[in-house]
């Protein structure tokens, strides 16, 4: 079988037997060797029997979720390609042969664009076509380089085979970001078909959830993606801290009528910690998605990863503490010589900020060194 047509299912009774209607007659017209598939997610208003009478075949998929359907869906599959949409006939399931062409080509997953294709009024929410799918699919793109214009199209398809290697484990609304985001990660070819979008046929406000799920879609794509969440803004922190404080170490700056002092010296050096500290999450969270099968292994971290050890990082940490401790010796020097007494905050701070900074970074060190190495022991075992 070349083709099956997957439509997750809850509840769809007043469109459920057009859009089957429609998927089967597109197969009859282009002589297309498939079947159309229902993943229904616990429906009470007897869309099972619907689907059977329209010449479906019928997947019951017990947990809830639309990831859930469509993974049940995709799992009970017999074409070797697979084409889903929703069942609310609101896509244009007689004009799938763009899909299917695609496919035939060699590409791995072949995406809608509904915005290429037309938004039909009343189709698409003010929010979602000019706020949420613009700004979301925009970081998709930056965070992943997907050559994606409508990340959250719901009629796609895809190789059976290249669903099965992208593992695909989110149950809820961000299923559509994962299995862009796997594709991608995976180094697949992606194309995109221009698709329609007609209003929502069901009579009854949709499963989506504006807010709740664009924020799912969000937090799924800042979780994919380390570099950005971590690495950039982690290097970011270290860049301008070590700037200030370099700028600052032998005397106030005054730029127009603003002065930088020790104050500003102070919040630099807080800055480099927390850019430390955001490079170390960002190590981590690579090493966790590779054990975990996340997604695949950049070889660039891997690199590094087999490169250091625990050794080269308590050499690293002791470096840091000895110049440290060295600065703090110098400090407390000059407190001796000043009998203990006050001293001056704006001469003074400009050694203990620096002498803190290297012994707080090097006392992180000797911990992040310790927990890589475990992770490292965990992850050959």
């Not at 979008?197 to 504006?210: A, I, N």
Request: with cysteine.
């Amino acid at each position: 079988m070349e083709l099956t047509i997957v439509m997750p299912c809850l509840n769809e009774a007043n469109t459920l037997e057009i859009c089957i209607s429609k998927a089967l007659s597109f197969m009859k017209k282009h002589a297309v060797d498939g079947e159309v598939l229902i993943a229904d997610n616990g429906s009470t208003d007897g869309s099972q029997a619907i689907a059977k009478n329209a010449g479906a075949r019928v997947v019951d998929v017990k947990e809830k979720g639309y990831g859930s359907a469509l993974m049940g869906g995709i799992t009970s599959a017999q074409g070797t390609y697979i084409i889903m949409g929703d069942s609310d006939d609101s896509y244009d399931f007689e004009n799938l042969m763009p899909f299917v062409e695609k496919l035939r080509e060699g590409n791995d997953l072949v995406m809608g664009n509904r915005f290429k294709g037309g938004v039909k009024p009343g189709a698409m929410p003010f929010l979602h076509k000019y706020l949420g799918n613009p700004v979301l699919s925009f970081l998709g793109r930056l965070f992943f380089d997907i050559p994606v214009g409508d990340f959250h199209c719901g009629l796609r398809g895809f190789r059976k085979e290249a669903a099965e290697r992208m593992d695909l484990r989110t149950t809820g609304m961000e299923f559509a970001s994962e299995m862009i985001v796997k594709a991608a990660l995976h180094k697949m070819k992606i194309a995109e078909v221009p698709t329609t979008l007609s209003p929502d046929g069901r009579g009854r406000p949709p499963h989506l959830r504006t807010w709740r799920d664009g924020w799912r879609h969000l937090r799924f794509l800042l979780m994919y993606s380390p570099k950005w969440l971590f690495l950039l803004p982690g290097f970011l922190l270290i860049l301008i801290g070590t700037g200030l404080m370099s700028l600052l170490i032998s005397g106030p700056v005054e730029i127009g009528k603003v002065k930088l002092d020790v104050h500003t010296m102070l919040y630099a050096s807080g800055m480099v910690i927390v850019g430390f500290q955001s490079l170390v999450f960002f190590t981590f969270s690579k090493m966790f998605a590779y054990s975990s099968g996340l997604y695949p292994e950049d070889q660039r971290i891997m690199t590094f990863v087999n490169w250091f050890n625990l050794e080269k990082g308590l050499i690293t940490a002791l470096v840091l503490l000895l110049g440290g401790l060295a600065l703090a010796i110098h400090t407390i020097n000059l407190w001796n010589q000043a009998g203990f007494g006050d001293l001056q905050p704006e001469v003074m701070l400009r050694k203990v900020i620096p002498a803190t900074l290297l012994l707080v970074l090097g006392v992180q060190m000797l911990f992040y060194s310790f927990f890589f190495s475990i992770l490292q022991i965990k992850r050959k075992h």
